[in-house]
């Protein structure tokens, strides 16, 4: 069976770390690019980060100032997502999706991605 799933959210507070999984199964992640996307309550979702397949380059959101780093461990088919300094604006459902690019990797939230994980809540509040 195909699929993507994340693990690693929970409550924390303000200032506080989280390490974020994505992990496949049926399929080879180290074949894709990935994003980490997010959806706030009431809030259309947006794209934090992307890792590529073709040489490991990472990309982030703006808005994140450098607090997000994403990483892959392909033995473990799995990707990372490493959230520092979490503020309670980072409260949201995280996903992870699996896409295919010839160069570099995407986190537009209306691309054509091949695979979505459920999300893993994500709560930071004092």
């Known amino acids: 069976q195909v699929q993507l799933v994340e693990s690693g959210g929970g409550l924390v507070q303000p200032g506080d770390s989280l390490r974020l999984s994505c992990a496949a199964s049926?399929?080879?992640?180290?074949?894709?690019?990935i994003g980490w996307f997010r959806q706030a309550p009431g809030k259309e979702r947006e794209g934090v980060s992307c890792?590529?397949?073709?040489?490991?380059?990472?990309y982030y959101a703006e808005f994140l100032k450098g607090r997000f780093t994403v990483s892959r461990d392909n033995a473990k088919n799995t990707v990372y997502l490493q959230m520092n300094s979490l503020k309670p604006e980072d409260t949201a459902v995280y996903y992870c999706?699996?896409?295919?690019?010839?160069?570099?990797?995407?986190?537009?939230?209306?691309?054509?991605?091949?695979?979505w994980g459920q999300g893993t809540q994500v709560t930071v509040s004092s």
């Open positions: 999706a699996a896409h295919t690019l010839t160069v570099g990797c995407t986190f537009h939230p209306g691309w054509r991605y091949d695979y």
């Open positions: 049926g399929f080879t992640l180290g074949s894709y690019s």
């Open positions: 890792i590529s397949t073709s040489d490991d380059k990472t």
